[in-house]
């Protein structure tokens, strides 16, 4: 058994889907495609079964797979204010 492996298209960091398999039945799995939301760049990506791979307890198949970062809390996550607006004065 492993875990199905995506990567950030944004990024190029490798990623768990969180789908266990092992590699035969990934092999017979139809061609699909998904959606899934990545930890690197927070973002959802589409992927299809061409794009992903199995990471066996082993070792990986492809060289840089890493764990993602650890999500800030919520509230540090938030965008900045945009700066105030400057009010135009008629020149006259």
Request: net charge positive; charged share 20%; hydrophobic share 35%.
């Amino acid at each position: 058994m492993g875990t199905l492996m995506v990567r950030c298209p944004r990024t190029g960091a490798d990623f768990p889907s969180g789908i266990e398999t092992d590699r035969l039945s990934f092999e017979l799995t139809p061609a699909f495609t998904a959606t899934i939301r990545c930890p690197w760049c927070a973002e959802d990506h589409v992927w299809s079964k061409i794009d992903a791979w199995i990471c066996e307890a082993d070792g990986m198949t492809q060289p840089n797979a890493v764990s993602p970062p650890a999500r800030p809390p919520a509230a540090s996550r938030s965008l900045p204010s945009p700066a105030p607006r400057r009010s135009r004065r008629a020149s006259g």
